[in-house]
């Protein structure tokens, strides 16, 4: 009798230790039912969360900015891209006259994309001067090529009247002017002096009624 009621109470134990297992994972069963359901409704909530800063600056491992997105003067958003030593290498501006800018690393050579209510085109600097740009303005293109000083020695345009090619010195005065007139009038040729005045023209005639370089 003795050993019956020994193997009653050791049940008894077990079954309450069961039971008391049975709850523990009944409830976490519960809690990671919840956890999920709350990671399915946020992942279908949306997002509205805002990050608001006058500048951000993105920085390598040793602290140096090699990113910066900032408002500059008169409001105008501006991204740039930075070398090892703070020096700008890309340059991109929005607002009524956004350009890209784009610098040749080690030295002040840049090429520069913009556009503005009147022209837009694409120009070429050194560390001196302007040398090369290509713009439409008012419908018109252009190519001009500068010195090195920053005169225009040559150009190419096309215009209403047809297009033109001009080759000038460095004073701007003497050169030559090769134009198409329109209505299949034919090509002309034209040298100008030192003066602005025409030395020679091929064909002859209407031809002497060329415009000078300018």
């Known amino acids: 009798m003795e050993t019956e009621v020994l193997d009653l109470k050791s049940l008894s ?17 519960a809690v990671l039912g919840l956890f999920v359901a709350a990671l399915v ?6 997002s509205h969360h805002t990050l608001r800063a006058d500048e951000f600056v993105l920085q390598d491992e040793t602290g140096n900015a090699r990113a910066k997105l ?17 020096g700008i290498l ?18 002040n050579e840049q090429v520069q994309l913009a556009a503005n209510k009147h022209s837009y085109g694409l120009a070429l600097y050194d560390a001196q001067s302007h040398r090369a740009g290509l713009a439409v303005q008012q419908g018109l293109p252009a190519l001009d090529l500068f010195d090195q000083e920053g005169k225009n ?3 190419m345009q096309i215009s209403p009247t047809g297009p033109a090619f001009n080759l000038r010195d460095s004073d701007g005065k003497a050169g030559v002017v090769l134009k198409v007139a329109p209505q299949g009038a034919g090509p002309s040729l034209v040298f100008f002096d030192k003066d602005g005045k025409v030395l020679s023209s091929a064909p002859g005639g209407p031809v002497l009624q060329a415009s000078q370089p300018k």
């Open 13 to 29: 134990s077990r079954i309450a230790r069961l039971e008391t297992q049975n709850r523990r994972l009944k409830c976490g069963a």
């Open 41 to 46: 409704l946020m992942g279908q909530a949306p």
């Open 70 to 86: 900032s408002l500059e003067a008169g409001g105008r958003p501006t991204l740039s891209f930075l070398d090892e030593h703070g």
């Open 90 to 107: 890309v340059s991109l501006a929005g607002g009524e006259e956004p350009f890209l800018v784009l610098k040749r690393p080690g030295s």
């Open 153 to 155: 020695r040559a150009s």
